[in-house]
């Protein structure tokens, strides 16, 4: 098993930006997916491969990993930014996949 | 546009199988690795099994491991999740899962969920 930390939640004003943390050991080393999930919808593929944003993702959405912590940064926060955000990432010891817990995002 | 349509969730009792199915469109299916993907109704996601775009690869989450079956049908477009043994902790909404990565390109270690999912219920 392997875990992955966030942050329960995280608060930001519109037009502000949220930067939500994942951390675990030298998961710098690791590749990181980030998902976006709005409420009553399945998750949505926003950040992969540490930095790289799927097609149709905004530019304002961005990831970065090094150390024992991955970040994804949401500039310019939105209304639809709201949601649950949740990292994952590969485990080659285990050959399996693992999801932080997810953090809350509130846009207010 | 990719679709991916999972069927076949149902309330089961402890103890009791089920078959998920999962039927897909919009993408060649014979060219990617596929998973299930689970979620307790208002709790986090898990990652639950993988299957090679040739079958030859399975792995499965410890929670799972020989009770639950990951297969596939190329010719079908086909995933298929077989869980036996069901318990309580089981209960999830299931969501299949398309490897952003293809059998002619070096792994991506991601994967795109699409579609509402199948819920299983495991109560007695």
């Known amino acids: 098993s392997y875990e992955l930390t966030q942050p329960p939640s995280v608060s930001v004003s519109p037009g502000q930006t949220a930067r939500i943390t994942c951390s675990g050991d030298e998961l710098g080393r690791k590749h990181i997916s980030w998902y976006h999930q709005r409420p009553g919808q399945s998750p949505v593929l926003i950040i992969y491969?540490?930095?790289v944003r799927p097609s149709g993702i905004a530019e304002r959405i961005s990831g970065s990993n090094s150390g024992n912590t991955a970040t994804l940064t949401v500039s310019a926060t939105q209304a639809i930014d709201d949601g649950d955000y949740y990292c994952l990432m590969w485990d080659s010891r285990t050959a399996g996949y693992f999801f932080g817990g997810g953090t809350k995002v509130t846009v207010l | 546009e990719v679709n991916l349509v999972a069927s076949g969730g149902a309330d089961v009792q402890p103890g009791g199988s089920l078959r998920l199915s999962c039927a897909t469109s919009?993408?060649?299916?014979?060219?990617?690795?596929m998973h299930w993907v689970r979620q307790v109704p208002g709790k986090g996601l898990q990652w639950v099994s993988l299957?090679?775009?040739?079958?030859?690869?399975?792995q499965y989450a410890d929670s799972v491991r020989g009770r639950f079956t990951i297969s596939r049908d190329n010719s079908m477009k086909s995933l298929h999740l077989q869980m036996n043994s069901l318990r309580s902790e089981d209960t999830a909404i299931y969501y299949c899962?398309?490897?952003?990565?293809?059998?002619?390109?070096?792994?991506?270690?991601?994967?795109?969920?699409r579609g509402q999912g199948t819920m299983v219920t495991v109560s007695s």
């Open positions: 299957i090679s775009w040739d079958s030859e690869t399975t």
């Open positions: 491969q540490d930095t």
């Open positions: 919009g993408f060649t299916f014979e060219d990617h690795t």
């Open positions: 899962a398309k490897d952003k990565g293809s059998r002619i390109q070096p792994p991506l270690y991601t994967f795109d969920i």
